[in-house]
């Protein structure tokens, strides 16, 4: 009934009448009881305004009442007054300013500021926004105006000199808002940082509003700064990481020109080693030979772990496990680990030596040995295992690997005792959209592996195992902000009978549970 009456107002112009008889027939409606009685008034207080004012219509003026975090909206766009209301009940759970202020009239002024502020970044550069006493709270009477957009955008370069090819994501027509024109700005420095040589690289924005035409330009302003390579390449704070190594992965040599992605990028591998608590980076020019000095200065983490811990898992019963890892064996990042568990239905030894960078700065080389040994309601193993592994990383998401395994095992089912000798050669594919490899709390991975098995002491037996899975993240956002994990998978053994795979390798339907406490110790000797 209300919006009724307001479409009746939208139409009339400016006649002061008009407005005060469709006041006073809102004034007769049965107005449900969620409105309150000062909502009432400041529509009555709406009419009488516009009416004075000579104000076509009360259309597009939105109220919004301090003291209550309801808002009652006339006319249009109904998309901005949410957002506005939104905006401001945050500004006031958020704003530490805001809510110093006890004095109303002190915190409606600031409010008000504020409102503008939100409509200049929504691209209403000329809305009016007036704040209004009503008894013991403010009415703020707001008027968007038009929409202003962009006239057209533009790059200065020092001297009108282009130095890289930049690619600008906002187009004439498009609406005048704070945000695309902040993306812009930052795509664009990234771009100047991957591509130019300057020393100094930085874009500042400079809009320019006309008012009369509702438009407005963006300029982006590359600032003035040298263009320079790189010089003499310092590492400074190693004590057991070799230095060549720490070159080999800074993937910038002297005479490269001088890009501050690249110098980020370096710092960063550096980081991912593991090797070191922390990387900084300084810079010195030398303006008679336009060369930038770059140095790396390095310190390193503690390089060995030993850890302890007791672990339960129903399947297993209760154990302890041992672990230790030294990741800086030669000097080059080289991990060698040892893992150990001692329960009361497995125990087991496992030994790695990974060489990180095998052949390329993406692949990985790992050497293993396995000792196992699992009593279980279904049959007795006794396993010992030898093998390798080369992975390779195509992108942060994506790695494949492929391997070679030779399995000795000894098991024991339904009182018969069978010795076999399994070489397979293992290959995997895996896809991580998770948010962190160690703790994530969103995203997903899935984990194709395919192993064709061969028993090189009983001629006939040869089969395939795969097996496709995958899990899945989600954090509530409520709460203690709990996360939730889900894990499926499938698979499959082709190529022999069930009786005639080893019962260790066959896939096992178990419902465990499983606890672990685990307690750690880093030092450096």
């Not at 010992?384 to 690997?401: C, D, K, M, V, W």
């Not at 005792?417 to 709390?441: F, G, V």
Request: a neutral charge; hydrophobic letters at 40%; glycine letters at 6%.
């Amino acid at each position: 009934q209300g919006a009724l009456t307001l479409r009746v107002l939208k139409g009339q112009g400016i006649q002061a009448s008009g407005l005060i008889q469709a006041q006073e027939r809102f004034a007769d409606l049965d107005v449900p009881s969620t409105v309150s009685q000062s909502y009432l008034m400041s529509i009555r207080f709406c009419f009488v305004f516009a009416a004075l004012a000579g104000l076509a219509s009360c259309s597009n003026i939105t109220q919004f009442v301090p003291a209550s975090p309801q808002t009652l909206v006339l006319g249009e766009p109904q998309g901005l007054v949410n957002a506005l209301h939104s905006e401001l009940l945050k500004q006031r759970q958020n704003n530490t300013r805001l809510q110093r202020y006890s004095d109303i009239a002190k915190r409606a002024h600031y409010e008000k500021q504020l409102l503008i502020e939100m409509l200049r970044a929504r691209g209403h550069y000329g809305a009016d926004v007036r704040a209004i006493r009503r008894d013991k709270a403010y009415v703020y009477m707001v008027e968007p105006g038009p929409l202003y957009r962009i006239r057209k955008v533009t790059i200065d370069w020092p001297d009108d000199n282009p130095l890289s090819p930049l690619t600008v994501q906002l187009r004439a027509g498009q609406a005048l808002e704070a945000l695309p024109v902040l993306r812009a700005k930052k795509r664009l420095q990234s771009q100047l940082n991957a591509t130019s040589c300057l020393y100094l690289p930085s874009i500042r924005s400079d809009i320019r509003v006309f008012h009369d035409i509702k438009k407005a330009d963006v300029h982006f302003i590359v600032e003035k700064s040298p263009q320079v390579y790189l010089g003499n390449i310092h590492v400074l704070g190693l004590e057991k990481v070799a230095v060549d190594y720490v070159k080999e992965q800074l993937m910038v040599t002297t005479g490269d020109c001088y890009k501050r992605e690249a110098i980020d990028q370096a710092r960063l591998t550096l980081l991912q080693t593991g090797l070191f608590a922390s990387i900084t980076t300084d810079t010195q020019l030398h303006p008679d030979t336009s060369a930038v000095d770059l140095t790396f200065q390095a310190s390193e983490r503690p390089h060995r772990t030993l850890s302890a811990g007791l672990v339960f898992q129903s399947d297993q019963g209760g154990g302890v496990t041992l672990g230790w890892e030294h990741r800086n064996l030669l000097s080059r990042a080289q991990k060698l680990e040892f893992d150990s568990v001692i329960a009361e239905n497995a125990q087991g030894i496992d030994s790695s030596f990974t060489i990180p960078h095998f052949g390329a700065n993406n692949q990985q080389l790992r050497l293993f040995a396995e000792i196992e040994r699992e009593n279980t309601d279904a049959f007795k193993s006794q396993v010992n295992s030898i093998g390798s592994e080369f992975r390779r990383h195509f992108n942060p998401r994506l790695e494949a690997s492929v391997g070679v395994r030779m399995d000795f095992s000894q098991v024991e089912e339904l009182g018969a005792e069978e010795n076999y000798s399994l070489a397979s050669l293992p290959l995997s594919i895996q896809y991580d959209r998770r948010n962190d490899e160690l703790d994530p709390t969103r995203g997903w991975v899935a984990t194709a592996i395919a192993s064709p098995f061969k028993d090189n002491t009983q001629e006939n037996i040869s089969f395939l195992k795969s097996t496709l899975a995958a899990s899945a993240y989600i954090t509530l956002d409520r709460g203690f902000r709990p996360t939730l994990a889900g894990r499926i998978a499938i698979g499959s053994i082709s190529g022999e009978d069930r009786e005639d795979v080893p019962a260790n390798v066959r896939f096992l339907s178990v419902v465990a549970v499983q606890f672990a406490v685990t307690a750690f110790k880093v030092w450096d000797r």
